[in-house]
């Protein structure tokens, strides 16, 4: 069993040892079967969150109300879910108030995805009523039951879907699938941050281009905030991805550049990115632009700076089909060969200038040094004071 199991046993122990089952469940036990680098283990009780409290020396509230409590046990955090089921769903969404239950098969029927419903035992025994094992050998999303019922709990599971086609490169079951085409318009139940989480993640996965066609080609394209125009552009847009590795800020830029959205900025707030990714995304693009007048140059790589002008020449390539690695490579060499990197490197300053010419400070120091840092950028002239105090006075 890995280490990261291993360290959670004796929670589970103590769990049992108060009279009630627990189990290892949900994303790390797939992620184990897949062998696949696991991130937190979660673990699922038939104790209720104030029986697990009470086990507990040191526990953190997150979401009573869900069952949940973190267990904080020799400085690492353990979420404890207590079994339940998620009867009265309202709304499309997940529901306000779960009930809380004794039986694991009943909380592992409520769950999405059959590879996601199976649970371990201290010992590393499998329990796995769903057959999410074989549906893991087989590379099949599967809902558990009904896909219909399993996406009207919670309509965000079916982004989870193409997110998980995304990550794994696995295959929706057909049945799962068209559940997805029929129902996705329940997607404008769920709110924007949860539905961008999901969707960062799916670009983020390698798998990432297949994942978007399937966006595309099912409906669920139309309820992603700002997206409903461009199904066409979408389509196009996966054609490009395909097999270029291109990183979640590259497939944004491509997305926009393909949609010749006019309000770059709008789109991105209603997904409510952050803003520091928004401005990025729109240096890229704008980057974009001058790239397709005229190819890299010092001045221009100094200018867009090392990381945009990388991204925007993955995203050139992806779009004129061309090789990148090369391109981009010469990028570096010629940034790394650079005279300065920024500013501050200049080998003069604003008091400099106006000692030289005996005038006071004024907008003309800004416009000075502009000139002075492009002459150095262009090799017109050598980054030392001496030599630059010449150049400018002549
Ligand atoms: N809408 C959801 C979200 C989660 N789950 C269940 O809760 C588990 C944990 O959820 P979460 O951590 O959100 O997802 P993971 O499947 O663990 O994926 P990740 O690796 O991204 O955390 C899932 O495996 C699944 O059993 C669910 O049934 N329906
Ligand atoms: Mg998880």
Redesign the pocket.
């Known amino acids: 069993m890995l280490v990261k199991f291993k360290k959670a046993v004796p929670i589970i122990e103590k769990i049992e040892k108060a009279g009630f089952e627990a189990y290892f469940?949900?994303?790390?036990v797939?992620?184990y079967l897949l062998n696949k680098p696991i991130?937190?283990v979660?673990i699922a009780t038939s104790a209720f969150p104030d029986e697990v409290k009470q086990i507990f020396p040191k526990t953190i509230d997150v979401g009573i109300e869900h069952g949940t409590v973190i267990v904080v046990y020799e400085g690492e955090n353990y979420e404890i879910t207590t079994f339940r089921t998620e009867d009265q769903y309202v709304d499309f969404r997940?529901p306000k108030e779960v009930t809380f239950i004794r039986s694991l098969k009943e909380d592992?029927q409520?769950?999405?995805?059959t590879m996601?419903?199976i649970a371990m035992t201290k010992d590393g025994e499998l329990i796995d009523p769903f057959d999410g094992q074989q549906d893991i050998k087989n590379q099949i999303i599967r809902t558990?039951g009904e896909p219909e019922e399993?996406f009207k709990?919670?309509a965000?599971?079916m982004m989870?879907g193409v997110?998980f086609v995304s990550?794994l490169s696995f295959y929706l079951e057909k049945n799962t699938y068209s559940a997805i085409e029929r129902l996705a318009p329940l997607l404008q139940h769920i709110s924007v941050e949860r539905i961008y989480m999901e969707f960062m993640?799916l670009l983020k996965g390698k798998n990432c281009s297949k994942a978007l066609d399937l966006i595309a080609e099912s409906n669920l394209y139309e309820f992603l905030p700002g997206f409903s125009e461009y199904r066409e552009q979408l389509k196009k847009a996966t054609t490009y991805i395909s097999n270029r590795n291109l990183n979640e800020v590259e497939v944004w830029a491509l997305l926009l550049i393909l949609f010749q959205n006019e309000s770059i900025e709008e789109l991105l707030r209603k997904w409510k990115m952050p803003v520091k990714l928004i401005r990025k995304i729109k240096q890229i693009i704008q980057a974009y632009k001058n790239r397709q007048n005229e190819s890299w140059s010092n001045e221009s790589i100094y200018l867009t700076g090392l990381d945009i002008a990388i991204h925007t020449e993955k995203v050139f390539c992806a779009i004129n089909n061309k090789e990148a690695d090369t391109s981009v490579k010469k990028i570096r060499q010629t940034f790394v060969g650079l005279p300065i990197k920024n500013r501050d490197e200049l080998a003069v300053n604003g008091n400099d200038l106006m000692k030289w010419s005996d005038k006071r400070g004024g907008p003309w120091v800004r416009e000075a040094l502009e000139k002075i840092e492009l002459a150095v950028i262009r090799g017109e002239v050598m980054n030392d004071k001496e030599q630059i105090k010449e150049w400018y006075s002549t």
């Open positions: 469940v949900g994303g790390s797939r992620d991130e937190d979660d997940r592992l409520r769950r999405d995805f996601n419903a558990v399993r709990e919670d965000l599971r989870r997110r990550q993640k």
